[in-house]
């Protein structure tokens, strides 16, 4: 994604005698369909695209060529920003460290789970072979020591925002409507048919765009129109991630509903800090990351409760000062805690940390 190439660009900018090479494949594959390699921030170091196998397959994809490119530029460090239970860790942390290289990997996972044989084995060898480990929350990186995981550890969520691209509007709009969105993956996890739910028999001049794309779309798409919603209710697709801040500087109220599963929740959400760095007031429920990343720049509802979140924006459609207030303090917090810098400066810290 090319928005979130900054931080690479920041840490190179921190380390001018750090030679930064990023490895990544021409596109990813999932439920959402084809995203393809942005090339939009990429001053100061080096993107090297890479064929992957089984490219969409989360546990399964790795990079055959990844021998090849270790022998190419004999890296002091190979960071490695996959889970510590996929194949492609495994494959990389075992061919770096049988060339020399330090190496650390990176996890989201927030729910201590079990995995089958190769898996398990692989996770074994990657959390007794390892140099550092990053993970993206409190709650992961006590997965990780649950699971025997003894080295150092420290918690650096590796999504920021560049608050320079990322900035509120300048000028109000000029709908009167409160434009209320969703944006991510349209699927069962993300509760947006609780979204849809709880915007019946909602008062006040409103309307919502659900973008994004996935397998529930027309299920969603259904739904809004059973519910007499289909006039109120935009669906729009998937746009680059360098567009985002302008559409998020239309929006007044962002809400991510997310459910928990057995075998998911909620890892962060990466566009609650997004819509918070342009203004917008955001909602959540309370599962996983969502209420430790709003803190008390935003409303969190009782996950499921379409009832419950009904009532969160009603509020926030008759008290705009109440809207503003939090629009403020979104934004200052990401100020504080979500930068594409400050994230750059704590993980050039540990590459410098693990070399000493």
Known sequence: MGAYQRKLEEMAALAPEMALTVVVPPFWRDERGITPLERIHVHGYR????????????????????????????????????????????????????????????????????????WVWMERYNLHHIDYALAGSQTAGQVWRAKGYTGPLAVIPQFGVDPHLFTPPTTPRATTAIHIAYVGRLVPEKGIDVLLRALVDLAGNWELTIQGSGPEETYLRQLAHSLGLADRVTFRALISSIDMPNFYRQVDILVLPSRSRANWTEQFGRVLIEAMACGVCVVGSNTGEIPHVIGKAGVIFPEDDAVALQSVLDRLIRFPSLRLELRQYGRERVLSHFTQRGIAQDTVGIYKEILQ
């Not at 196998?53 to 090849?68: K, R, S, T, V």
């Not at 290289?101 to 089958?116: C, E, G, M, V």
Request: no cysteine; aromatic share 18%.
């Open 47 to 118: 993107i090297e695209e890479a064929l992957m196998l089984f490219n969409g397959q989360f546990h399964l994809h790795f990079y055959p060529e990844f021998g090849e490119i270790l022998r190419r530029f004999r890296p002091d460090i190979v960071h490695i920003d996959e889970e510590p239970y996929n194949l492609a860790t495994f494959h990389a942390n075992w061919l770096a460290r049988r060339s020399g290289a330090k190496t650390l990997w990176f996890s989201w996972q927030n729910l201590r789970r079990k995995y089958p044989p190769p």
